[in-house]
């Protein structure tokens, strides 16, 4: 049986995505509370940078430090709620933020975010610090992989090609107001 590797100071691995996801709950308030476009915008691209760095870091580094040692399932899971939150970044990216389902797309995107926090810091993440993993070294990986993507930008993933290429679905409610018009124009 493995010991666990005991460290809980703000530099451990843990720690630190435990910080982010803190930052990111507190950007998802603060567009809740915001009064306007300007400031909503702000907030948008400030958690999307945050996110995208979060979620770099994570899967080349985290996840596949604990992935071997955890629940098959829990790390599946994880990786679509990553899969799915990058479907929603790249589509908001491709939006300038006036657009009828700007808001609300943010805002399923910071509830699907907050699902996969509560999994996370509820199961994964202690799950993980059963293990005897040097947290202080991933740690000090992940901050010098989020200093580098700061520094020298976040690659392109797969959904962002996807969206890139693609476009952005076509929303059930634009689809509704598409047969709406079209059926106000058919003859009687």
Known sequence: MNKPHKTTHKDDAISIIKDDHDKVKALFGKFEKAENLREKKKIVAEAIMELKVHATIEE??????????????????????????????????????????????????????????????????????????DFDAIGQALLARKEELKEKGIPVCAEEEMISSYGIADSPARMSKKKQASKMHEPA
């Open 60 to 133: 080349e580094i985290f996840y596949p430090a604990v992935r071997k040692h955890l629940e098959k399932d829990m790390m599946n899971e994880a990786d679509e709620e990553h899969h799915v939150a990058k479907l929603l970044i790249a589509e908001l990216e491709q939006m300038e933020g006036s657009e009828d389902h700007w808001g609300t797309k943010f805002t399923v995107l910071s509830e699907n975010i907050r699902h996969h926090i509560k999994e996370e810091e509820g199961d994964m993440l202690p799950a993980a610090r059963k293990l005897d993993i």
